[in-house]
Structures are given as C-alpha cells and as structure tokens.
C-alpha cells in the first residue's frame, strides 16, 4: 500500500477546536513558529495535541511579519534572515524536545515560501543554511528552483490551491486560487498523490476541515495509507 503524507499549517491562532480537528486527520502539523503567528503558549499546546495524536510535527517559520500574516515579501539580508529563522526554529525544537518529541522537517511560510520556490537567492539561500544547521529536511514544491538548488525535498502538493502547468501555484490574488469545494479537493488529492509526498491544505482555508477530510477519505477510498512522509 502506497503512503501519502497530509499536512496542514497549525499555531496559527484560529480557534482550537479547527486545529484539534485537523490534527484528528492530517499525519504532519505545521507548527507556527512565532514570525508569522504562534507564540511560546500555542506552539506548546499544538505540540502536544500533536504527539498525542501521533502526528509528526515540523517547523513553519516566515520573515518576521505578524502584521500581514507572512504573505508578503519582505527586504532582508541572508544574514538577517538567517538569524530570525535561527530564532524561530531554536523555540520550536526546545519545545519540541521538552514534550517528548522532534522537530522532523522544515517549510517555510508564506511569502517566504514561494519566494525560495521561485529562485529569489536571500530566501534560498538562508533556508538552505538553516535547514542544515539543524539537520532538517525542507518540504516545497518538487517542481520549484529551490528544489533544484537542494537537489532533495519533501515533495509536496497543495490540495486547496490551483496549480499552474509548471508546477507552481496560482497567486492568491487570482480568481480561482483558492479551492474550496470539497469534491475538488478530493479530485486534486488523488490526482496528486502518485507525484508528491506531502499533501497540504491550510486551515484558515473556509471549511478546512470538512475539505481535509473529503481528501482523507478519497486517499483511502483510493488505496493509500495516511502516513508521515519518509
């Protein structure tokens, strides 16, 4: 039986019972670590709502940006960048350890994240030094330069964004970026599985729990095994 990983980004500050409900479904948390969202108090409770679940826990840093949610590009230095996502990461793995778990990969958020996926050499670039100072694979998009940077990633799909045909996705202030019909989710679940690793869904998407599991149901439905990434 073939495993495919679900993953959604949690520690966000929505209410509790959504990020408990996805972490019922999803096999890989997200967890916020501060620069977009989150704090000492949710990343503990995510943590552990995480490992209570079995759910195999990973860094979700950003550019320092609460006050946009870490959706737009921000001007820093390799340097600089380096440090706030040091810090960022530092916390989480604290809290991790303390709690009886690991920190297992890293995926950045936001504007980071597809600025590293679409080339942009700060992001890459300090990703890469972080992501191997703490021995953390990144999960991206397979298709994306930084995967061809890094020769190796978490392959990952999203199942509540549109896709262009080269593999990136459609900008969130396009129509039709947003997927928010569960039997479409479904369809994008399955028809993505073969081609990834991990497949994602974030849970301030409208309805997000009712869309990760119509996607957790077609994959079972289809013969795969929910299971954290290898």
């Known amino acids: 039986m073939t495993v495919v990983d679900l993953n959604s980004d949690l520690g966000e500050g929505l209410p509790s019972e959504i990020d408990d409900s996805l972490l019922s479904l999803v096999s890989s948390a997200n967890v916020a670590c501060g620069g977009h969202a989150g704090d000492e108090a949710t990343m503990r409770r995510t943590v552990r709502v995480a490992l209570q679940n079995g759910v195999r826990i990973g860094a979700h840093p950003s550019y ?40 297992a990969y890293l995926k950045p958020h936001g504007a980071l994240y597809n600025d590293a996926a679409a080339g942009d050499r700060v992001a890459g670039e300090a990703l890469m030094k972080v992501a191997g100072k703490f021995r953390l694979p990144m999960m991206m998009l397979p298709k994306s330069v930084f995967a061809r940077w890094a020769g190796s990633v978490i392959r990952e799909g999203f199942l509540d964004r549109a896709m262009r045909k080269d593999g990136s996705l459609v900008p969130r202030s396009e129509p039709g970026a947003l997927i928010t019909d569960a ?23 409208p309805g997000a729990v009712g869309l990760m599991r119509a996607a957790r149901e077609a994959l079972l439905h289809a013969g795969y095994e929910i299971g954290a990434a290898k």
């Open 64 to 103: 320092p940006d609460r006050e946009r949610f870490g959706r737009d590009h921000i001007d820093m230095t390799v340097k600089e960048l380096v440090a706030t996502l040091t810090e960022q990461l530092a916390g989480l793995l604290d809290i991790a350890s303390a709690g009886g778990g690991r920190v």
């Open 183 to 205: 039997d479409a989710v479904a369809r994008q679940a399955v028809e993505l599985a073969p081609t990834v690793d991990s497949l994602s869904l974030h849970s301030d998407t």
